[in-house]
């Protein structure tokens, strides 16, 4: 079993930052895949940033020059740091990680808890 627990988030006024943070532990092999979603009131849950385990990055249109996605493979720690906030930002913001139980098994997802950011004056 694998635990992802997250940390981070509040209320920010615009144009401020917050940083939000996630670690997994557990039966953990490997992790490839270490990202942020966020769903707003109604609204879907929408991929905000991703990294692979090269490091390769990938963003939402709507957040890229603004967000920055960086991980820790040793501590199986992830972190996005928000800046320049937006109103449109405010969110549940979840983290997901993709993990390897043992050398030779498929990668299975697991999700953070959730954390509200809110970006209001």
């Known amino acids: 079993q694998v635990q992802v627990v997250q940390s981070g988030g509040g209320l920010v006024q615009p144009g401020g930052s917050l940083r939000l943070s996630c670690t997994a532990s557990?039966?953990?092999?490997?992790?490839?895949?270490m990202a942020w979603y966020r769903q707003a009131p109604g609204k879907q849950r929408e991929l905000v940033a991703s990294?692979?385990?090269?490091?390769?990055?990938n963003y939402a249109d709507s957040v890229k020059g603004r967000f920055t996605i960086s991980r820790d493979d040793a501590k199986n720690t992830v972190w996005l740091q928000m800046n320049s906030l937006k109103p449109e930002d405010t969110a549940v913001y979840y983290c997901?990680?993709?993990?390897?139980?043992?050398?030779?098994?498929?990668?299975?997802?697991?999700w953070g808890q959730g954390t509200q950011v809110t970006v209001s004056s």
């Open positions: 990294i692979t385990s090269s490091h390769s990055t």
């Open positions: 557990g039966d953990i092999f490997a992790i490839y895949m």
């Open positions: 997901n990680v993709d993990v390897k139980h043992t050398a030779y098994g498929n990668f299975v997802d697991y």
